[in-house]
């Protein structure tokens, strides 16, 4: 039996563009990238060389410092290039694929009856560990952690974003399998939390314990859900693992095989094709959605969290989903006036569009405004549904005040959690950032 959670504050953005319920094959990309930047903290050490012949679920690189963390290639081929930056930090590892793909066989498993040893080796080997990551830090999971609990969301609320009940709903036997392996890595549960769309797929699920989660966006962040649940202490680690991870984790143990299929969804009001594509992780942006024009922006995830994309680009390791909107680039005229552009969304009311509830609006990239002072207003905590104050949090993650920080709850939040704080708050200052800072040096100064 599902244990309800309703989630009170929060914010859904009705916009337009989203992707009908019509899964096709994407073509094939002839070239496919693992990007290290994808994987916080992450330094990568190559073990292959431009030019290697490699099979799907081959090692390329591995965390220098954590040197059981391995990264293996989604498809089999020649590995291309490796594109490096500034201080030859490497931002793509480029491979050039097969016509059809050839796996490595990492040997068949029955995860119900294998130790956790056994499992979490073959997890690593396969590349799968990178599927896992950890709170607090929002960081890859460290191995030699044992977690307290694992969680899983199977929730969508964020804007456009894909249906999880629509992309798991042909591997749920895969996703079993999966679950079946987690629960050995951990003393505590599994927790599954799902909406009305996942749970026609998972509530047979065995091992978990299910959660019926309603409510706003973000009540879909697997961070709220653990605030919400299980709530993290210091000194104490949880794992988060997404949903189709899960069946890609499964399908190792039921296949012998590192098969990273990954659905996404092409959604956006510029969006041409607005379908779920069945692809392989690190495909071609273009073979999803073709040539963008130039006053279109490309973003690999939804419009709140995602990253740019230009043409020719590679979607995210962990992303399912691919929006589509227009640049901002137009300049608005007396855009300071209250009421003057009734035509888009406004959370604080200053457009009559809080008239049409219903409505669907086109976002665009414009920030109406330059970065101003952060003025108390409430209006952080009325998005986010978790027990801390949202301001004094990020204030504190700017001073670098570490003991603030630690007593206005950093170890809970991940950048995603202050998405919403980020849209709705009148100052412009890119909270994601300054929380994904605050997090990285309290990993560098606490650990």
Request: charged share 30%.
């Amino acid at each position: 039996m599902s244990k309800d959670i309703r989630i009170k504050r929060g914010l859904s953005l009705r916009l337009e563009g989203e992707a009908e319920k019509e899964l096709v094959k994407a073509p094939r990309s002839k070239t496919y990238a693992i990007k290290p930047p994808d994987f916080h903290t992450v330094v990568p050490k190559m073990v292959v060389k431009e030019g290697a012949k490699l099979l799907a679920g081959d090692e390329i690189f591995y965390s220098k410092y954590t040197e059981q963390i391995r990264f293996t290639t989604p498809v089999s081929g020649v590995l291309k290039e490796i594109k490096r930056g500034d201080k030859r930090k490497i931002l793509e590892v480029i491979i050039e694929a097969d016509a059809e793909d050839v796996y490595r066989d990492f040997g068949k498993m029955d995860a119900s009856k294998a130790d956790a040893k056994d499992i979490k080796e073959k997890i690593l080997d396969s590349g799968c560990g990178a599927f896992i990551y950890q709170r607090p830090y929002d960081i890859v999971a460290d191995p030699k952690d044992t977690p307290k609990a694992i969680f899983i969301s199977a929730v969508t609320t964020a804007p456009l974003a894909a249906d999880k009940g629509f992309i798991i709903k042909d591997k749920v036997d895969a996703f079993q399998e999966g679950i079946n392996a987690l629960r050995k890595l951990t003393p505590g549960k599994v927790h599954l939390s799902v909406d009305e769309s996942s749970a026609e797929y998972l509530k047979n699920i065995q091992g978990v314990e299910l959660h019926h989660v309603k409510g706003d966006h973000p009540a879909g962040n697997v961070g709220i859900q653990i605030h919400k649940i299980d709530p993290l202490n210091r000194g104490e680690h949880i794992w988060t693992v997404g949903v189709e991870d899960v069946a890609i984790i499964g399908n190792v143990f039921l296949t012998g095989e590192f098969r990273a299929d990954r659905t996404i969804a092409v959604t956006g009001s510029e969006a041409k094709d607005r379908k779920y594509y069945q692809t392989t992780i690190g495909a071609n942006v273009s073979d999803l959605i073709g040539q963008a024009p130039d006053d279109v922006r490309i973003i690999s995830g939804d419009v709140l969290t995602g990253t740019q994309l230009s043409n020719n680009q590679y979607v995210g390791f962990f992303e399912n989903e691919v929006t589509l909107i227009p640049e901002g680039d137009n300049y608005r005229m007396f855009g300071w006036l209250p009421f003057t552009y009734n035509h888009i969304h406004s959370n604080s009311r200053t457009s009559l569009s809080w008239l049409f509830p219903k409505r669907k609006f086109t976002p665009t990239t414009n920030l109406n405004g330059e970065e101003r002072a952060l003025v108390v207003t409430g209006e952080m905590e009325e998005v986010l549904p978790m027990d801390i104050y949202p301001m004094q949090l990020i204030k504190a993650c700017m001073a670098g005040d570490i003991e603030k920080m630690e007593n206005l709850g950093i170890y809970e939040v991940a950048p995603e959690d202050f998405a919403l704080v980020e849209y709705v708050n009148t100052s412009k200052i890119e909270i994601q950032e300054v929380i994904r800072l605050g997090l990285d040096l309290m990993i560098t100064e606490v650990g």
